[in-house]
């Protein structure tokens, strides 16, 4: 009687593959991830807007019963900064790992240029037409913000696009990027003496925030809004795509996918405390480092489960069509978002922190995602046109995944109190 015949035994996967190659592989679950902090930080706008939220910077109230959780989502400009330095360093770290030549830096800096420039041209002239139409008749005043340089001069961001001080931050690094990559791409072969190099960059962000909440700095200097004081997250994420690369700690990781999310909610939780502050106070050195370390843990946390090559977990619940659709235009929700507030505002009448969240929150998102749409097909899609058709780029150094934060900017962390 012969054996009956027998499945073959399932290979385990290697560490490596483990984990999404985003360089080659677009990841849905980092869209989706994005998805939620564009929505994290249109509630801490509206938050404001509506006085659920306090802030010192713009002199709005005491908050309401919803600012201790809604006066943290600042942590969604963390969480598009790491995501920006894990999709951006992918090929840098998967060049070092091959020992193959660095992606051109020509090419990335243009293809990052004709990602963000348009659609945030569009937005920044729209802004100050409709709500600072002066500006329009002074050359600095209109081409300070068109380059970006609105966040090196005190009190000089438009209405309408506060929020951009972080698209500023993220546009200088970049500019330093490829700069980083050329500094670390002869310790790639050794992850240990990468990490070690981008610890160092941590502890410059640590400097910054001390330096930035000194009495002597004064509340909201310019310095708070400079790449210094986020390069950490930057770090960070550039930390997570080397040993992405490497399949480094993505065992355990897949084992336990909701682990980190475990750890994030804990971390936020301690975070929406009185031990960050309150945030109709500028805060104190203490309060700012505080709240420095656990936006980054945070961050890390929430992001760290997505590089993985699985349907389980958090990545399967962020790949969902939904939170992966709106992430894809998260660019756009971010750079409208602020347009609509203050839109809303002018229409309705009503000063700053006396809108109802319940009405405002809503509203922002939906007129939001609409504009959104309509300028990813009228802009954003053509800009990518455009530079598919300037140059061919290999799988292997595709630098075209990551959207920008900013990310979707919020307020930076320098000024945790609920400025906007």
């Given at each position: ?80 900064f790491v995501l920006s330095g894990l999709l951006l360093y992918r090929p840098y770290a998967n060049a ?104 160092a960059l941590e502890a410059v962000s640590v400097a910054s925030v001390v330096l930035t909440h000194l ?206």
């Amino acid at each position: 009687m012969s054996a009956s015949p027998t499945a073959p035994a399932r290979v385990p996967a290697s560490p490596a593959q483990l984990a999404v190659d985003t360089s080659r592989t677009h990841a849905h679950a980092l869209d989706g991830m994005r998805a939620l902090a564009a929505l994290m930080v249109i509630a801490l706008h509206t938050g404001i807007y509506s006085g659920q939220v306090a802030s010192s910077w713009l002199g709005i109230g005491h908050g309401g019963a919803l600012g201790p959780v809604l006066s943290r989502f600042t942590v969604g400009v963390p969480i598009f900064f790491v995501l920006s330095g894990l999709l951006l360093y992918r090929p840098y770290a998967n060049a070092g790992r091959d020992g193959a030549p660095r992606p051109p830096t020509g090419r990335y800096l243009w293809h990052r240029a004709l990602r963000i420039l348009p659609a945030y041209w569009a937005v920044t002239l729209v802004a100050l037409a409709a709500f600072t139409p002066d500006a329009l008749t002074h050359l600095w005043a209109t081409v300070r913000p068109l380059a970006l340089l609105h966040i090196y001069q005190a009190n000089v961001i438009p209405a309408g696009i506060t929020q951009t001080w972080s698209l500023a931050t993220e546009a200088s690094f970049y500019v330093l990027l490829p700069l980083l990559a050329l500094a670390l791409h002869p310790l790639l072969r050794r992850p240990a003496a990468v990490l070690v190099a981008l610890g160092a960059l941590e502890a410059v962000s640590v400097a910054s925030v001390v330096l930035t909440h000194l009495p002597s700095a004064g509340p909201y200097p310019a310095a708070g809004f400079w790449l210094p004081q986020y390069i950490g997250y930057f770090a960070a994420g550039m930390a997570l795509a080397v040993l992405a690369s490497r399949g480094a700690g993505l065992g355990a990781l897949a084992r336990h996918p909701w682990a980190c999310w475990g750890v994030a909610v804990a971390a936020y939780a301690v975070e929406s405390t009185p031990l960050t502050g309150s945030t109709s106070v500028y805060p104190t050195v203490p309060q700012a480092l505080l709240q420095h370390l656990l936006d980054l843990v945070v961050a890390v946390a929430l992001v760290a489960p997505l590089v993985l090559r699985t349907e389980r977990g958090p990545a399967r619940l962020l790949s969902h069509r939904v939170p992966a659709r709106l992430g894809r235009i998260s660019y756009a929700v971010f750079l409208w978002h602020m347009v609509v507030v203050e839109t809303f505002l002018r229409l309705t009448g009503e000063p700053a922190g006396s809108a109802t969240f319940a009405v405002l929150f809503p509203a922002t998102v939906a007129v939001t995602v609409l504009i959104a749409v309509a300028s990813d097909i009228l802009i954003e899609r053509p800009a990518r046109r455009l530079r598919r058709s300037t140059a061919v780029t290999p799988r292997s150094t595709r630098d075209d995944q990551p959207e920008p934060v900013t990310a979707l900017g919020g307020q930076p962390p320098a000024a945790r109190d609920g400025a906007a």
